[in-house]
Each structure stands twice: as C-alpha cells, then as structure tokens.
C-alpha cells in the first residue's frame, strides 16, 4: 500500500522543504553543553550562593572528533556587565567534565551561562607538539602556524594587531624549525592567538542559571530563642524588652549572634490557652503567643505588656551593640479577637453553620488560632499585599531575619513572590522555614526562596541515621538549594532522647548540631538541660508556650561554658561555617560517628569524634583522613585538641579514642599534614 502527500497551496516542492531542514540542522550547536551546576530544576529556581566567596561552576562539555575545546563561564558583575573567566577540563572527574568559578561581591540575584567552542590554536599546538616529538616532517604544520598567526593579526586591531604582527615577523626571520616551534608553542602565543580567536562553533548553554546571593549569615549563624515575656525574675510579671536587656551579655557570650523571638504581637482572649495547652484560662494567663490579634492590633503591632515600638527599636540597637541580631517570627494565623475577621472576613474560610474553622495538626488542636485563606475571590490580591507590607514594616524597623511559621501549610506561589518582592528591595533579608513536613516540600521551600530550614536532625540518633542524613544534605539536589539550621530544642519539641539522657545528652547533641552545620540554634532552657516532659509525649511540661517561665540561668549542672566553647570553636575555623565539606571517617564503634569538616583548599581541616552513648564510655580504633591530604597510610599529622589546646602527632592511619561522657562525650581536633 502506498501513500501519496498533496502539497498546500503555496507550499515549495519537498526538494526545498528538505533542502531547509538540512541548513537548520547545520546550524544546530555542535558542542554539547550537559549536566550544569549548580543548578535547580535546569534553572528553574536559583542556587544558593554567599558573597564574597567562589561559586563552583561546572558542566560536562564534549563535541565530535578530536578538536581542543574551550569554555568559560559568563556572569553578571555588581555593575551589571558581563564578566567572563576561564573553565577548564577536570581529568579526575572525568574527561568531559569542566570546571570554573566566579565570585559575586554584592548580594542579591545573579545568573551564569556557560560558553564553549572549538580552539582552533590550542587543536593547532596539540597536534604540533605530538608530530615534533615523534619526529616526523613538520614543514607544512609550521606554515599552517604562520598563516594561522597572519590572519589573527589581519583581524585585529590596536596593540594585539601590534603585537601580532610582530610576532608573524619573528616567526619568518627564525632561521630553524626549532626555533619556530618554540615560537608557535609559547605561553605568549597562545595568550595572543586566544585573544584574537574567532570562537568558532560558539555553543551556549540552553538556560540562564541563576544565583541568590546573601550575606553570610544565610549559612553561618548561630542562633537562641527566647519567649521576652519571661525575662522576669517573677511569674505573675510580665517580662519586658527592656527586661531583655539583661540578658543579652550571656546570650552574646556564649557565641550567639541571632536572637530570635517568637510572636510578639497582641494576643487574643477568645479560646485562649492555659497552662500546659488547657482549654481554660485564667484572667491572669498570658496564652500563646501564636494565637495572634486583639482589640490592640494584628500582626503589625506589639503587644502592650512587651513595651512600646520605642521600646523594640531600642532592642534592636542595643542587641546590636552586642553583636546581635534581631529575628522576628512571621507566623500567618490569627486568634479570633483578629481585626482581620471583622475588617475583612472574606479572607476566611466559613463553615455551613457561620462558625470558623480552627487550626489542627492532628492530634494537636489550636481552638484559639485559625487561618486564613490566601485564594478567596476577596483575599486576592489583598491578603497577598498585607502580609507582604507587614514583613516590609518589620524590616523597615530593622529586623532582617525572620522565622516562619509552618510555611509548608501555605501556597508555595506566594512565598516565591513575597520573598523574591522582599529582597528585590533589601536582599539583606533572611527567611528561616520552620517546616518540619515531607523531603520534596522543604526542599521546594528552599528552591522558592526560603534562606534556610528546620531539618530532620531533631530526630537522628544512631549512627547510621546521621551519617545517611549529613550525607544527603552535602549532595545534589540539598547541597545547591536547602540550607539546614541543626536546632537542637524548640518550644514544640522537647526530643525524646533529652528526656531521658542527662547532661551528656545535651552535650552531644550540641556538638553534633554545632560541628555538623554552619547554622544551629536553641530554645532557652537547653543550656540548663530542661527536658521534663508531658508524659508520652515530645512535649515540655509546662510549656512556655502558655506560661511565664522565670529561669535560673547559673543553675548548678548548665552547659552555659560548654556552648561558649563550642560557638568559639565555630567562629575560628571556617571549615565549620558551612554544613558543606563533611567526610565521615572509619571508627571501629557503631556509638561513635567521626566526621572530617574541611575547606575547598584544605587549608582547615577538623576532625570531629562524638560518643552517642550518654551513659557509658565508649572506645574503638579509627583511621585517619589522610587522603584529604593525599597522603600514604604511613604519613604522619599533627593534632590541636582545640578544647584543651594540646597537641601532638600521629604516626600511621590508624589510631585509638576513648570517649567518656563523664567528662565530654566529644573531641574536636584540628588537623594538619607535617609536611
């Protein structure tokens, strides 16, 4: 059977048509451009990048035949030129694979692209250099170089062309073939004959990639939380901002430098909490924070028994003479007192009978918050620009770090445009998710915007499960787009393993969480090992969430000096300001995870032994990372206890450790090769 095509009216003969599609074809890139990063999602969102520092740039490049590629990657500078700089082929990575950087000196958003293309003068000297030394004829190879150097100099101009065709002159007075292929092969050549290159068979990459910039500490920061209310020395008064002002010198001391507080908004009375989450409350109970809006104000207001907006502004600038920053908790959810409700009552959800629905999180009930609508005919765009002045507000008074509340149980359509709306005009801003839900969607809330986030580590434990997770954050698709803050405690969460460990347990969560990321943070009440729970449940008896909690922070047993130690540590070794360049290290002990923190240049290197064991001492043989110094099994490094300051050396790849936590069930050692 056959068939038969009837041309349209006006259509050119087949021929033609074919004729066509073979030029489009030729004039498709012949270089192929693969695998970019970083990248997300082929440039969908952009990767996470700190100012001031390289951003690795690498891709696998190839082409048919055997032609010496070139590449570069092309950036966008502070002034918005394009900027170009150099990538060049990474053997041990494989042999397709290019590497180049660039580092961006100001915050906000950048883009790369990568560019390649056949290097007509390097593909010249190759096969140049391969014929001299094997000693065949080279005759018309020379000539070939000539003209190559001729024609460079024809299309130049100014000094190259200068420069060129002094070189084309030398070239012919040379009077032997060694003397001019000393010429064609010189590093002076080859930079003139690049720069006069005509770049021929230019591939581009397909996509823009872009890159988020911020400040450091989007990815080095430590952090403490603490509910102002309590700063009270009394539980029937109310603690103050200025109370605060007491505080800040331990808080600074112990090497924090992010203060962050939860709502300190008005706070609603109908359905308020008492304590230990009741569904009645006294006169005299404060309720939770969270359930946010009174007659006083919503979201944009302070509640009256913190102080005045006088009062924060003052806080804000005296923390800051302490060398800490102020974070706020932007948590989307109002009580029912909210003006919202009646103002705009069409930004809520209604039930058939006329009633609100609360919030839940089976089998938690908040009966004193609910939540708004974000796609309402009358919340859009009105609800949208709202929260977005009210964020704006807050950072028009100084606050440029903001936690926010369950951020997964909102559109990710919205956080993608406040964020991206926010830092447009202040890209200082940093935004914390607390998201505590399923691995897609916290990394998708770090593909959006979103700074950094809560993490899984609350609940690693065992060996096995902190070297699977640490390792998962240092890899693709984690590594470009998903920050971890290693909290150890929150108000919500009292972890099991706390209830019930003692002071060792405490301890070596912190060094697991201080060591193991470049952000970490705490809930006030950890460095006095509070942990006593409501039973059977990952909850706080007599939770501050719902009471003014006056503390002791001297208390015999704290690990006030503990944490100083630790913060201090973080703060002089920049392989700890990231959770990035982490090797987990062979220990003979299933209750030991050792881990190396090292810099791209290894020029800081640290090793890290916990014992996850807070009863019992626990020992066992381990090796030495001495390929991270590309040294052999025999060689030699120097160790820095960097808690005592002792130091000593080791001899060979295996060695011994005992930790005990009776005293500290960790060691963090600082390495170098004795070479």
Not at 50 to 79: Q, R, S
Request: charged residues 25%.
């Amino acid at each position: 059977m056959s068939s038969t095509v009837t041309p349209a009216p006006g259509a050119a003969p087949a021929q033609e048509q074919e004729s066509s599609h073979g030029l489009v074809a030729a004039q498709a890139p012949r270089i192929a451009i693969e695998a970019v990063s970083p990248s997300l999602d082929q440039g969908r969102f952009a990767a996470k990048a700190i100012v001031d520092e390289p951003v690795t740039v690498k891709a696998t490049i190839f082409a048919d035949g055997h032609d010496v590629l070139a590449a570069a990657v092309c950036w966008y500078d502070d002034n918005g030129q394009q900027q170009r700089e150099t990538m060049r082929q990474v053997e041990p990575l494989g042999l397709d694979i290019w590497e180049g950087s660039f580092i961006p000196h100001r915050v906000g958003r950048h883009s790369f692209i990568i560019e390649a293309w056949w290097d007509t003068y390097s593909t010249y000297c190759y096969e140049l250099t391969k014929k001299h030394q094997a000693g065949v004829p080279i005759a018309l190879e020379l000539e070939e170089g000539r003209q190559l150097i001729e024609h460079a100099a024809e299309r130049s101009e100014g000094a190259l062309n200068e420069a060129l065709a002094a070189l084309h002159k030398q070239l012919e007075q040379a009077g032997h073939d060694s003397d001019r292929v000393a010429l064609l092969l010189s590093s002076d050549t080859a930079r003139l004959m690049h720069e006069a290159d005509t770049r021929p068979h230019l591939t581009r990459s397909d996509e823009s990639y872009p890159v988020e910039v911020e400040r450091l500490k989007a990815r080095f920061a430590s952090w403490y939380e603490l509910f102002p209310r309590s700063e009270t020395d009394d539980p029937h008064r109310h603690g103050t901002f200025k109370d605060v002002h007491q505080r800040l010198p331990m808080i600074r001391d112990m090497g924090f430098d992010v203060l962050y507080f939860p709502p300190i908004h008005p706070i609603g009375r109908a359905h308020r909490k008492g304590p230990n989450n009741t569904l009645e409350a006294g006169p005299d109970d404060p309720g939770s924070p969270y359930a946010i809006g009174s007659e006083e104000g919503g979201h944009e207001a302070i509640h009256s028994q913190l102080g005045t907006r006088e009062d924060f502004r003052e806080l804000v600038q005296v923390a800051a003479d302490h060398g800490l920053e102020i974070a706020l908790d932007f948590a989307i959810q109002c009580s029912q007192d909210h003006p919202w409700l009646k103002e705009h009552p069409g930004w809520f959800s209604w039930r058939p009978d006329g009633s609100i629905r609360y919030a839940e999180n089976p089998p938690k009930k908040y009966q004193d918050i609910v939540n708004v609508d974000f796609y309402t005919d009358e919340a859009l765009p009105e609800l949208w620009y709202e929260l977005r002045d009210i964020v704006q507000g807050w950072v028009d008074e100084g606050v440029k770090i903001f936690r926010v509340d369950n951020p997964h149980t909102k559109p990710l359509p919205f956080w993608e445009w406040l964020i991206a709306d926010i830092r447009q005009r202040d890209p200082d801003v940093i935004f914390l998710a607390e998201a505590f839900t399923r691995p897609a969607m916290m990394l998708r809330l770090g593909k959006v915007g979103f700074t950094q986030s809560y993490t899984y580590f609350t609940w690693r434990h065992t060996k096995a499960e902190i070297t699977e997770y640490f390792t998962q954050l240092n890899e693709a698709p984690l590594r470009d787009g998903y920050r971890p803050n290693f909290f150890v405690n929150t108000p919500d969460i009292n972890p099991y393993f706390l209830q019930s460990s003692g002071r060792a347990g405490f301890l070596l969560r912190a060094a697991l969480a201080t060591m193991g990321s470049g952000l970490w943070g705490m809930y006030s009440g950890f460095e006095l090992c509070e942990g006593e729970p409501v039973p059977g449940k990952e909850e706080y008896l007599n939770s501050e969430k719902y009471e003014i909690r006056p503390r002791d922070y001297s208390a015999p047993g704290n690990i006030v000096y503990e944490i100083a130690q630790l913060n201090r540590i973080r703060r002089e070794n920049p392989a700890l300001h990231t959770h990035l360049g982490l090797t987990f290290c062979p220990v003979h002990n299933d209750r030991i995870v050792l881990f190396a923190k090292s810099t791209p240049t290894r020029d800081n290197v640290l090793l890290i032994a916990i014992n996850l064991d807070p009863f019992e001492p626990q020992e066992g043989a381990f090796e030495l990372p001495l390929g991270l110094f590309e040294l052999p099994d025999e060689a030699a490094l120097h160790g820095e206890d960097l808690i005592s300051g002792k130091r000593w050396t080791w001899h060979g790849k295996w060695q011994s450790l005992r930790l005990d936590p009776a005293g500290l069930p960790f060691a963090i050692w600082r390495i170098r090769s004795v070479q």
